[in-house]
């Protein structure tokens, strides 16, 4: 009964590579997030969605597209994969863009 | 643009000690700000919420306390316990609909 669940749990591909990490809140939020968490363990928000429309989007190169099919899910998809795209990649929900935050388990992404 | 500080970075502690971990902000226009904890290899886990009209919010042995005038809270752990280890991150939103911004986090070890 995992509220916000994200697969898959750990990525390792080689540079240049495009992949997708998938994200689903079974929770009812509208609003949904997506964050890096780098070597030093630094999160660092990427995007935000609310109600699948884009609300935040951070200085994050255009390799990098999220997509919102509906309300629940919120993808990642990453183009032409570089080394320091290395990181564990976090996918949030909440109830509405003010409120508490609730994390998935995270993708350990390796490019090698 | 809101900057969020956590001292110390590593605490240790014998078991059963009370203890306080201390988070700051640069500004006082704070929404609300929430404590996670974040055990090895897993995803942020809420622990509290504070709107910014509250002081305190309380979870078992667990107080969270917020002094916007001061740029400060404070995540109190009663009786600690040997699962408390983790790292716990504070992250303060800024205004309604803005980004969270997260802390470095302190990890803690609670030695039995």
């Known amino acids: 009964d995992t509220a916000v669940s994200q697969t898959p749990k750990y990525l390792v591909t080689q540079m240049g590579n495009d992949k997708s990490i998938k994200c689903e809140q079974n929770?009812?939020?509208?609003?949904m997030y997506w964050y890096k968490q780098d070597s030093k363990k630094f999160l660092k928000i990427m995007f935000s969605?609310?109600?699948?429309?884009?609300?935040i989007n951070e200085t994050v190169p255009n390799r990098f597209s999220p997509k919102s099919p509906d309300k629940a899910h919120l993808n990642l998809h990453i183009n032409s994969l570089e080394l320091g795209d290395s990181a564990v990649y976090f996918c949030?929900?909440?109830?509405?863009?003010?409120?508490?935050?609730?994390f998935g388990s995270g993708t350990q992404l390796s490019v090698l | 643009k809101q900057e969020v500080t956590q001292i110390p970075a590593a605490l240790s502690v014998p078991e059963g000690e009370n203890l306080v971990l201390n988070c700051s902000f640069t500004?006082?226009?704070?929404?609300?700000l929430q404590w996670f904890r974040q055990d090895p290899g897993k995803g942020l886990t809420s622990l509290l919420l504070?709107?910014?009209?509250?002081r305190e919010q309380t979870s078992g042995r667990l107080n969270a306390s917020l002094d916007k005038s001061s740029g400060r809270s404070t995540l109190y752990i009663a009786a600690s316990q040997p699962g408390d280890s983790a790292t716990y991150l504070c992250?303060?939103?800024?205004?309604?609909?803005?980004?969270?911004?997260f802390g470095e986090g302190t990890q803690l070890t609670v030695n039995p």
């Open positions: 949030a929900s909440s109830q509405d863009w003010e409120g508490e935050l609730f």
């Open positions: 929770l009812g939020h509208d609003t």
């Open positions: 969605y609310n109600n699948k429309e884009l609300i």
């Open positions: 500004d006082s226009a704070i929404y609300n």
């Open positions: 504070i709107q910014s009209s509250q």
């Open positions: 992250a303060g939103r800024e205004t309604s609909g803005s980004r969270l911004t």
